[in-house]
């Protein structure tokens, strides 16, 4: 499989010295994606210091909260327990990245945030049996038999061309905010990541940071995650690529 790319990735740097990143992911496999990655985007990792994605699976204590909150929370929903899927989604893929490469790691969203708006698709039980899961693989650094369909977007070859020829633009996450009900509170996590991103950079000045977040938050013609950090007073550039095939 190839694919011909278009000129700018979903990478933006964030101007400061040393610089850090903002790079848009996707919920799906990541053998179907990071082979197909920019050079840019491969480097701008690679030269990172800290690495923070949305959640931290690597954090005992943000699985602890995490749990804590589902315990309190009713009523409680049961579900199966097979969430078998292939490979690990990018996210994941890339944070076990960081682990081997020594990185710091983090996360920018909030336990309870995890828990209000993905706690009811199962019940502690099981919720207990899919972070064990987690753990263990984080550990161990392997996710090639299974994943949390919960936590995957329906991955079609058309969703996954149109990541890697970078066509997601505000048009398309305009038009999917307005199908689905995935988006409905993407405004409060743009604030929530922002405010997040925005203190971390203010913290330190010396660190390289490489930001990982679904790709619907840098898109679409409300406030996105990129206009907020510019109120913030961050100047962020997005990178283009020149090469002709990947």
């Known amino acids: 499989m190839s694919y011909k790319t278009c000129s700018c990735t979903y990478l933006w740097r964030i101007e400061r010295s040393p610089p ?3 790079f848009g992911t996707i919920h799906v496999s990541h053998e179907h994606i990071w082979p197909y990655i920019s050079k840019e985007i491969r480097q701008a990792f690679i030269s990172s210091t800290h690495f923070y994605g949305e959640f931290n699976p690597t954090d005992d204590t943000y699985w602890y909260d995490f749990l804590r909150c589902i315990a309190n929370r009713t009523p409680r929903v049961e579900r199966s327990t ?37 706690g009811m698709l ?5 919720w207990m049996l899919i972070v064990d899961k987690i753990k263990n693989r984080m550990k161990t650094g392997t996710f090639e038999n299974e994943t949390l369909n919960n936590f995957e977007m329906n991955e079609t070859e058309t969703l996954r061309k149109m990541y890697v020829c970078n066509e997601f633009d505000d048009e398309y996450i305009d038009n999917l905010e307005n199908s689905t009900k995935v988006f409905h509170d993407i405004e409060q996590r743009d604030e929530n990541i922002s405010r997040r991103m925005h203190s971390l950079l203010k913290k330190s000045k010396k660190n390289r940071y490489f930001f990982a977040v679904g790709a619907g938050h840098l898109f679409g013609t409300r406030k996105n ?6 109120t913030y007073g961050h100047k962020l550039t997005r990178l283009c690529t020149y090469q002709n095939l990947i």
Not at 122 to 126: H, R
Not at 225 to 230: F, Q
């Open 122 to 126: 199962a019940n502690l039980k099981t």
């Open 225 to 230: 995650l990129i206009a907020r950090l510019t």
């Open 82 to 118: 097979d969430y078998s899927t292939q490979g690990a989604l990018l996210d994941m893929y890339l944070i076990m990245e960081a682990r081997r490469s020594n990185k710091t790691t983090g996360g920018l969203e909030t336990p309870e945030y995890l828990c209000e708006h993905k």
């Open 20 to 22: 850090s990143y903002i």
